[in-house]
């Protein structure tokens, strides 16, 4: 009886060990959609300064979503989602821009 409840323990721990690794593969096209999402609005009439920062958003959109589609660890979703937020960042730069 003992040892079945110290068994469920530890693949409970084990289970709460990975979750979060697992959770962050999820976060990474909510994070590439989101500033798609900003890169879409900042369309328009821009300035040049703005269609600048416009390309490189795309491009950082682009290599997020490179970098999650070929992940194999928690390290690679990270880099994914680092690359997301700073595309978005961009685009709120080139939105800011070309208004």
Excluded: Y
Excluded at 6 to 35: H, M, N, Y
């Amino acid at each position: 009886m003992k040892m079945k409840r110290t068994w469920r323990f530890s693949v409970l721990a084990a289970l709460c060990v990975s979750a979060p690794g697992l959770a962050e593969a999820f976060k990474c096209p909510v994070l590439i959609q989101d500033a798609k999402t900003v890169l879409n609005a900042a369309k328009g009439p821009t300035a040049a300064g703005a269609r600048r920062f416009m390309e490189e958003a795309r491009a950082l959109i682009d290599d997020a979503r490179a970098v999650h589609q070929a992940a194999k660890s928690a390290d690679d979703h990270n880099l994914a989602m680092a690359k997301a937020r700073a595309a978005r960042v961009t685009a709120e730069r080139a939105r800011a821009l070309g208004k």
